[in-house]
């Protein structure tokens, strides 16, 4: 349901990690996220799933793909103050 929430503006910076096939979260709903939310960073990933990093689920990738883990790091580190306060 985080289409539906788009035009809420957030109360701290946001990041969103989506798989291109996750059939909860089709990409018509990531395209009006981003259009919405210009200012959040979105990362779509190639052939994975819902919850694609999961190690409970079927679809669970074995690694993260670095892209994503180092887009995180670096987000966390230069938003850090901005969620603290």
């Not at 018509?28 to 210009?38: E, F, L, M, S």
């Not at 990093?53 to 987000?75: L, N, Q, V, W």
Request: aromatic share 8%; charged share 35%.
């Amino acid at each position: 349901m985080i289409a539906k929430f788009a035009d809420e503006k957030p109360k701290v910076p946001m990041q969103m990690h989506f798989g291109e096939k996750d059939q909860g979260i089709p990409m018509t709903d990531v395209g009006a996220i981003k259009a919405k939310r210009p200012e959040s960073e979105i990362y779509v990933y190639p052939d994975a799933q819902h919850g694609f990093h999961c190690d409970e689920r079927a679809a669970s990738t074995k690694r993260p793909p670095r892209r994503r883990g180092r887009a995180t790091m670096e987000f966390l580190k230069k938003h850090r103050e901005e969620v603290s306060e």
